[in-house]
């Protein structure tokens, strides 16, 4: 794509627990600011329905029609075979076909990991993306990967995800030689099960910046850049740091009732929340190491979520970021073996 072309996103607008509604919100509003085009993917009578309840004139936007949603209780392999019109296979579609140079979905992670694998396919040497990103609001420039999307990992594969995790921290926050750490139950060298020892092995002798072990407590300083874990206790550790912050945040509101006035009360719950919720409050994250842009957001996300998730995407192509994850990976693979 030129640089001065103008940029084509697919939005899954039935994927999500308010799609189409929120979807179609949020994308109009995204359209409105960056002056982008979006495909709206999913049931054309629904997603026209929304369109009409909005002023669109002069928004490049186009409804592309789907049949189906994958849910979150499917079994992603399965669904894509049963369900070959979903709306994030039409959406990863229009991506392969080059209509679309990437795609935003609020909809099942799993669906959209596997429809990215499927139809676009994965990065050389990468037999799996991974996910991942700042998920602690105390460290917004941390990313942690993987968080959830590939539960069992070789050493090799924890090594690709720290790759392209620093990719991530270059491109959106311009840091330049991120500093690599590997989640563990002690920070001292030889800490933690088999998997974290041979990684901490391979890590050494490649050329990352890595600066060693690093445990959960550490997460909230930004001692690290990237924080590589398992997607098993990468996503225990998302969803427990989401689940305190809510519990945090109903616990002081309650506390402070009668002690302040209500508007500071909601102010502070909302911001111990969004501080806790990173993902959900900030949209989504690229799915990293397939061959295209997949920004996948948090299935109960709203207009600004959609909105600031489809900023990713444009972003995520403006920078270049699956040619320069390629190049990195390229690059580490050279120096690795040489």
Partial sequence: MRKDAPITLAVDAMGGDHGPTEIVSGAISAARQWEIEIALVGDPLAIDSELARHDT???????VPSKGVIGEDQQPA????????????????????????????MGSTGAAMAAATVVLGTLEGLPRPALGGPIIGLSPHTVVIDVGTNLDCKPTQLLSF?????????????????????????????????QV????????????????NIEANELPTGKADVVVADGFVGNIVMKLTEGIGSSIAALIAERLKNNLPDNQIVDLEREIYTVNNVVETHGGGPLLGVDGICVIGHG???????????????????????????????????????
């Fill in 57 to 63: 004139d002069g928004l490049r936007l186009k409804v």
């Fill in 78 to 105: 399965l669904a894509l075979r049963q369900k070959p019109e979903a709306s994030i296979l039409v959406a990863a579609g229009l991506v392969k076909k080059g209509l679309a140079q990437g795609l935003v979905t």
């Fill in 162 to 194: 720290a790759v392209m995790g620093g990719v991530f921290a270059t491109l959106f926050w311009n840091i330049q030689d991120p500093k690599v750490a590997l989640l563990s139950v002690g920070s001292e060298p030889g800490k933690g099960n088999k």
């Fill in 197 to 212: 020892r041979e990684t901490t092995e391979l890590f050494e002798k490649s050329p990352i910046n890595f600066i060693g």
């Fill in 300 to 338: 109960r996300g709203k207009a600004e979520s959609v909105h600031r998730a489809i900023g990713t995407a444009k972003t995520s192509i403006e920078g270049n970021l699956v040619g320069r994850q390629s190049d990195r990976l390229r690059q580490i693979q050279t120096q690795s073996i040489s």
